[in-house]
């Protein structure tokens, strides 16, 4: 069955650092995401991205992130300058629809900044 | 006020048990609506679509009451393997797919 995977799957970097977070997404698939989850909160939404631009983004999803699409199969988000609020969970998804079709999930990378 | 909220549990139950989820939305312009399923340290899973009408698949029964901006999960004959925690997913942005997520009830099937 087809899966998303991320990399790495543990990332430690320290504050003021740049980190790429990379996801392969299911290949046939249309639309793009990158979601966060602090230890022990809600899981957030940063982006959306479809046809090579960004669709969507919240406001967690200030300056310092950027996300690319650099060839038909990575997807990458990066935050330039990390704080320590940045250290979470993070879920790349995909999907081959907009609304009603579902996301599937990657199993994360753990981002610890110190 | 929150988007989605959710009881945080934990919800304590012995193998058999029925036991149901509430979760409420704030932004009436909702369209559409998800429970997941997160397991400790791991991705959210789809675990079914919530229309208006109701909807059952296998041992879950998915509720969606608009008017009152409410949505529940029954699971019945509960299973060990049931227990995780449960999100309640909306997408609240008409124009868009983000999904918004509650903070998630903490199930607990115990033998």
């Known amino acids: 069955e087809p899966e998303v995977t991320q990399t790495p799957s543990h990332q430690v970097t320290q504050m003021g650092q740049e980190v790429i977070l990379r996801c392969v997404p299911i290949?046939?698939?249309?639309?793009f995401y990158w979601y966060r989850q602090i230890l022990g909160q809600k899981v957030e939404f940063l982006v959306s991205?479809?046809?090579?631009?960004?669709?969507?983004k919240s406001e967690i999803f200030d300056d310092q992130f950027s996300v690319e699409r650099p060839d038909g199969s990575n997807f990458t988000l990066k935050i330039r300058s990390t704080k320590l609020e940045d250290s979470a969970m993070y879920f790349c998804?995909?999907?081959?629809?907009?609304?009603?079709?579902?996301?599937?999930f990657g199993p994360g990378t753990r981002l610890t900044v110190t | 006020r929150k988007e989605v909220e959710q009881d945080p549990g934990p919800f304590n139950v012995p193998e058999g048990a029925t036991v149901a989820f509430n979760c409420t939305y704030s932004n009436s312009a909702s369209q559409s609506f998800f429970w997941y399923r997160q397991d400790c340290r791991k991705e959210p899973k789809l675990l079914m679509s919530v229309y208006s009408s109701g909807n059952e698949d296998g041992r879950f029964t998915a509720q969606l009451n608009r008017a009152s901006q409410y949505i529940s999960l029954l699971i019945r004959d509960s299973k060990l393997s049931d227990s995780a925690t449960y999100l309640c997913?909306?997408?609240?942005?008409?124009?868009?797919?983000?999904?918004?997520f509650g903070k998630g009830t903490t199930l607990s099937v115990s033998s």
């Open positions: 290949s046939n698939h249309l639309y």
């Open positions: 997913v909306v997408i609240s942005n008409q124009a868009g797919t983000a999904l918004i």
């Open positions: 998804a995909s999907s081959d629809g907009g609304v009603g079709y579902e996301q599937y």
């Open positions: 991205f479809y046809n090579n631009e960004i669709s969507e």
